[in-house]
């Protein structure tokens, strides 16, 4: 399933064009990167949390080289399923 | 952010439709997604990210209040791969 699928999902079920069907898709997505990339956290009731971690600095090495380099602290962003959305896929 | 204020943000940019058609706009993309998944199909998001599920293998374990040993069956579970153009936006600024 990709964004044009969901596009078809929601022309279908909202009184929206497809043109505007497939704009919201692309602004939701938008908006939640632009979000995130604030550092901000999303909780979608039912759906999940994405959540924006902060890690620190720490020694890497290179695993072909060997050589040692000093990995900078930087932001990373994980998804955490609802209960609902966990127990609805257990069995699949 | 909760739901409700990521509805009213968009809202704020959809021109032309309700705030009631944003909601119902929103809570069809989550529904699909968890649909999608619950068919075994997986979910691809160009520069957000893909959902899938990942397998959980069967394991031992341990009841923490009584400490009888509980035989966990194997199970699916939802999984966010961030997508690239995500993942570096996050570092930017």
């Given at each position: 399933m990709t964004k044009a699928d969901l596009a078809d999902k929601v022309y279908e079920k909202v009184g929206l064009s497809r043109k505007e069907a497939v704009d919201m898709i692309e602004t939701l997505f938008e908006s939640m990167k632009s979000i995130l990339s604030e550092g901000e956290s999303i909780k979608i009731t039912g759906f999940g949390t994405f959540l924006v971690r902060k890690k620190g600095s720490r020694r890497g090495r290179n695993?072909?080289?060997g050589v040692e380099i000093e990995i900078t602290q930087r932001k990373v962003i994980t998804f955490k399923p609802s209960l609902q959305f966990k127990a609805i896929v257990e069995k699949v | 952010m909760t739901k409700s204020s990521l509805i009213e943000k968009i809202s704020e940019k959809?021109?032309?439709?309700?705030k009631k058609q944003t909601e119902v706009v929103i809570e069809t993309v989550f529904e699909s997604i968890k649909e999608a998944l619950t068919k075994g199909d997986k979910v691809e998001i160009r520069g957000f990210g893909n959902f899938k599920l990942r397998s959980r293998l069967a394991r031992k374990a341990r009841?923490?209040?009584?400490?009888a040993a509980v035989e966990v069956e194997p199970k699916k579970v939802p999984y966010f791969k961030v997508g690239k153009e995500l993942r570096e936006m996050v570092n930017k600024v």
């Open positions: 695993p072909k080289t | 959809a021109e032309g439709l309700t009841n923490p209040k009584t400490g």
